[in-house]
């Protein structure tokens, strides 16, 4: 059985700190990539940040560069998520989703709904207070 758990959300004041982790299960970790995709209230999903872990090339929404950092440790099939200076508007549900290896993990995150993202996690949820 394929599972994604997601967990280190919560309750952060802004400019504060959050490290999410995403432990998978049920398939081959190296032949996938991992996005985290976050929905804020009563807006789309977008994709946050993407690493394919099979060579830790990463990619990163404009306006969390330099903030967030995405990791793996494929010994442990898990992905992190670091957040640093935090601010309200990251206040989302974050996702860690799955997908086989793709050839350009830049154009995966941008364009991760055409993409198609096969294993989902049922979300942690940050809430960053101002």
């Known amino acids: 059985e394929v599972q994604l758990v997601e967990s280190g959300g919560g309750l952060v004041q802004a400019g504060g700190s959050l490290r999410l982790s995403c432990a998978a299960s049920g398939f081959t970790f190296d032949d996938y990539a991992i996005a985290w995709i976050r929905q804020a209230p009563g807006k789309e999903r977008e994709g946050v940040s993407c690493?394919?872990?099979?060579?830790?090339?990463?990619a990163y929404l404009e306006s969390v560069e330099g903030r967030f950092t995405i990791s793996s440790d494929n010994a442990k099939d898990t992905v992190y998520l670091q957040m640093n200076s935090l601010k309200p508007e990251d206040t989302a549900v974050y996702y860690c989703?799955?997908?086989?290896?793709?050839?350009?993990?830049?154009?995966?995150?941008?364009?991760?709904?055409?993409?198609?993202?096969?294993?989902w996690g049922k979300g942690t949820l940050v809430t960053v207070s101002s």
């Open positions: 690493i394919k872990t099979s060579d830790s090339s990463t």
């Open positions: 989703t799955a997908a086989p290896r793709p050839r350009s993990i830049a154009t995966m995150c941008r364009l991760w709904h055409d993409y198609g993202m096969e294993y």
